[in-house]
């Protein structure tokens, strides 16, 4: 199983911009569709954005459209979320997770909806946006 470590988080300004790191050990990150979760205090966690194994698929939620971008270098066997304009609402713990059996929309979805962590999952960073 894949280990995660997700680094990058911290306090920033409205506006500003954040570049969370998600760096994987145990196995080769590049075989696993990747994702970002977040979860704010007292609501659902949710998906930020996903990338395909092969990197040639993205996904994003409509509110970080445009602002928000994912990447992955195999090299370095890790995944990034860069995040500009950063908003108050996009305070939370950000979480990196990777899943090697399902496609990246399914396991999207998936997790969605039974609430469950599924795949691997890191320990997750705290972003703060101050207003």
């Known amino acids: 199983q894949v280990q995660l470590v997700e680094s990058g988080g911290g306090l920033v300004q409205a506006g500003g911009s954040l570049n969370l790191s998600c760096s994987a050990s145990?196995?080769?990150?590049?075989?696993?569709?990747a994702a970002w979760f977040r979860q704010a205090p007292g609501k659902d966690r949710e998906v930020v954005a996903g990338?395909?194994?092969?990197?040639?698929?993205?996904y994003y939620r409509d509110s970080v459209k445009g602002r928000f971008t994912i990447s992955r270098d195999a090299a370095k066997n890790t995944v990034y979320l860069q995040m500009e304009s950063l908003k108050p609402e996009d305070t939370a713990v950000y979480y990196c997770?990777?899943?090697?059996?399902?496609?990246?929309?399914?396991?999207?979805?998936?997790?969605?909806?039974?609430?469950?962590?599924?795949?691997?999952w890191g320990q997750g960073t705290q972003v703060t946006v101050s207003s």
């Open positions: 990338i395909s194994r092969g990197g040639g698929s993205t």
């Open positions: 145990g196995r080769t990150l590049a075989d696993y569709s």
């Open positions: 997770a990777a899943e090697p059996d399902r496609l990246l929309i399914p396991w999207i979805r998936a997790t969605a909806q039974t609430g469950r962590k599924l795949g691997s």
